[in-house]
């Protein structure tokens, strides 16, 4: 189990208080206090582990009297930096933990924790009250929302992440939301992408030789093979598309004109959608307030703009292409004939 760096930190500056104070306290003494004083509760195999890491991290001056095997600064000048620089250096460590639980189990937290406590403590000075990083109400005036997903087995992260890294073809029991039967996955691994809650494998389909894109949480009977693949050059993501409609995407790129009003309109002037866009004014249709325009650009993510602007109902409707336009008239004609009861 990974260690709350938070936890950690305020041990490290307990530890120090007590060191600094002069005292010369023994090893069971520095815990008592720890526990009595700061609400800390640690082991004496945690405690060795702290004061090594205070040693070796932070230079911390930390030795033992002979006489009596208390703990002392042989620098009484010396005392560990404290976390963050002021308030609002403490409300960005914040936003980033909570940012950083949102992802909780991926192979990559327990680095990110180090990496951030590591950061955190340099050259920074402020009291332990205000190093309180977590999700209480002191915590809930930024917050990140996601999709709702499944909670990922601990050992489909641990084999992704190795194959990941020692580029191992992996196979899997998979089934899309195309299909109704599940079916076996010979893939090449290739990344590992974060989009609406959800994290997805970016891979190669052997079989089929195509890219896909899997939702983890659909991965059944994980296995990884001896096989080792040559990483393509042109494997990341962001090469195949701007990505702006989410992960999904396919081999043609499209041209787009879609008109948008109201809200829908005002929503869309302020973003990228793809590669050429142009924003004109609609003067064909102008739209209810007048505010209608023609919303262009390129990409290959038909499915996911089917979808965006069927949601938009009555503020969207597609001009080109003829594959937008089609599915879009042919749902309006199904939901035209729906009887509600």
């Given at each position: 189990?990974?260690?709350?760096?938070?936890?950690?930190?305020?041990?490290?500056?307990?530890?120090?208080?007590?060191?600094?104070?002069?005292?010369?306290?023994?090893?069971?003494?520095?815990?008592?206090?720890?526990?009595?004083?700061?609400?800390?509760?640690?082991?004496?195999?945690?405690?060795?582990?702290?004061?090594?890491?205070?040693?070796?991290?932070?230079?911390?001056?930390?030795?033992?009297?002979?006489?009596?095997?208390?703990?002392?600064?042989?620098?009484?000048?010396?005392?560990?930096?404290?976390?963050y620089t002021d308030e609002n250096a403490a409300k960005a460590a914040k936003l980033i933990k909570t940012l950083?639980?949102?992802?909780?189990?991926?192979?990559?937290?327990?680095?990110?924790?180090?990496?951030?406590?590591?950061?955190?403590?340099?050259?920074?000075?402020?009291?332990?009250?205000?190093?309180?990083?977590?999700?209480?109400?002191?915590?809930?005036?930024?917050?990140?929302?996601?999709?709702?997903?499944?909670k990922i087995p601990a050992e489909t992260w641990r084999t992704i992440d190795k194959a990941l890294k020692e580029?191992?073809?992996?196979?899997?029991?998979?089934?899309?939301?195309?299909?109704?039967?599940?079916?076996?996955?010979?893939?090449?691994?290739?990344?590992?992408?974060?989009?609406?809650?959800?994290?997805?494998?970016?891979?190669?389909?052997?079989?089929?030789?195509?890219?896909?894109?899997?939702?983890?949480?659909?991965?059944?009977?994980?296995?990884?093979?001896?096989?080792?693949?040559?990483?393509?050059?042109?494997?990341?993501?962001?090469?195949?598309?701007?990505?702006?409609?989410?992960?999904?995407?396919?081999?043609?790129?499209?041209?787009?004109?879609?008109?948008?009003?109201?809200?829908?309109?005002?929503?869309?002037?302020d973003k990228i959608w793809g590669d050429n866009q142009t924003i004109v004014k609609d003067k064909k249709n102008?739209?209810?307030?007048?505010?209608?325009?023609?919303?262009?650009?390129?990409?290959?993510?038909?499915?996911?703009?089917?979808?965006?602007?069927?949601?938009?109902?009555?503020?969207?409707?597609?001009?080109?292409?003829?594959?937008?336009?089609?599915?879009?008239?042919?749902?309006?004609?199904?939901?035209?004939?729906?009887?509600?009861?």
């Amino acid at each position: 189990m990974a260690v709350d760096f938070t936890e950690k930190a305020k041990r490290y500056q307990a530890i120090d208080e007590i060191i600094a104070s002069g005292r010369k306290l023994k090893w069971n003494e520095i815990i008592s206090e720890l526990q009595d004083k700061y609400n800390l509760k640690t082991s004496k195999t945690s405690f060795f582990r702290d004061i090594e890491e205070l040693v070796k991290k932070y230079a911390a001056p930390i030795d033992t009297d002979f006489e009596t095997n208390g703990y002392f600064y042989t620098d009484p000048q010396y005392r560990l930096p404290r976390f963050y620089t002021d308030e609002n250096a403490a409300k960005a460590a914040k936003l980033i933990k909570t940012l950083m639980d949102m992802v909780k189990g991926n192979p990559l937290y327990k680095e990110a924790q180090e990496v951030f406590e590591f950061l955190s403590i340099e050259n920074h000075d402020l009291t332990l009250e205000n190093i309180k990083i977590n999700k209480k109400p002191d915590n809930d005036r930024i917050i990140f929302v996601g999709a709702p997903n499944r909670k990922i087995p601990a050992e489909t992260w641990r084999t992704i992440d190795k194959a990941l890294k020692e580029n191992r073809v992996i196979t899997f029991d998979y089934i899309s939301n195309a299909e109704k039967k599940s079916k076996g996955r010979r893939v090449q691994p290739w990344q590992l992408i974060f989009d609406e809650g959800n994290w997805n494998l970016h891979a190669l389909d052997i079989v089929k030789h195509a890219r896909r894109r899997y939702s983890l949480e659909k991965i059944k009977n994980l296995k990884i093979t001896n096989e080792v693949f040559k990483l393509p050059t042109d494997y990341d993501f962001r090469k195949m598309t701007r990505g702006s409609f989410g992960c999904m995407c396919d081999d043609k790129f499209l041209d787009y004109k879609i008109h948008l009003h109201g809200y829908a309109a005002r929503y869309a002037q302020d973003k990228i959608w793809g590669d050429n866009q142009t924003i004109v004014k609609d003067k064909k249709n102008p739209g209810p307030d007048g505010d209608g325009i023609i919303l262009s650009f390129r990409t290959n993510q038909l499915i996911s703009v089917q979808r965006w602007v069927w949601k938009w109902a009555d503020e969207a409707w597609p001009i080109e292409p003829k594959e937008l336009l089609d599915d879009w008239l042919e749902k309006r004609t199904r939901v035209n004939g729906i009887k509600v009861m």
